[in-house]
C-alpha cells in the first residue's frame, strides 16, 4: 500500500492544489493533505478554517484524508506510515527550493521520497497568495478555486467588514 503526504498551509486551497491532489490521488492508495501550522506565516484562514474547506473539495475522493500538522514534514509523514511525499512544482523557481526541501528530507529521513506534480498549465500562475489578494478587493475568484472557498471567505469577510464575493460563472 503506498501513503503519500502533502503538506502545505493552503491558505485558501486553490485549484492548482485541486489539481495535484487529484491527481496524487490517482497514484497512491491513501494520501493525507497536511495542514501546517506555520508560525512564520500569518494566516488568513484559521488552522480549522482551512482543515475544514480541504474537506468539503476533497469530500468526492475516498482515499485522501484531511489532517492539521506542526513541525517538519518528515515526522508528519512517518507518524503517518508514509514514505512518500507529494509536492507541486509551478515554475522552474519552485523547482529549486522544493529540490532543496526533498534533499533535506532525504538527508533526515532515507526512507521518505519526494514525488514532484508539475500544474497544469491553467493554474501555473496561482497561488493562494494571489488568491487573497484578488478578493480582498472584491473582485471574482471563481476560476482560481471551488465555490466552497468563495463561501468560506464571504463568511471571513462578513466579520472583517469587507466586500462580499459574488459566485459567479
Partial sequence: ???AVYPGSFDPVTLGHLDIIRRAAKVVDELIIGVLVNSAKTSFFTLEERVEMIEQVTKDLPNVRVKKFEGMTVNFAREN????IIRGL????DFEYEMQIAQTNHMIA???DTMFFTTSLEYAFLS???VKEVAYYGEDITKFVMPEVI????KKHEVLGLKKLE???
Fill in 1 to 3: 500500500m503506498i501513503k
Fill in 81 to 84: 506510515e508514509a514514505h512518500l
Fill in 90 to 93: 509551478r515554475a522552474v523557481t
Fill in 110 to 112: 532515507p526512507d521518505i
Fill in 128 to 130: 493562494s497568495t494571489i
Fill in 151 to 154: 463561501d468560506a471567505f464571504n
Fill in 167 to 169: 459566485k459567479l460563472g
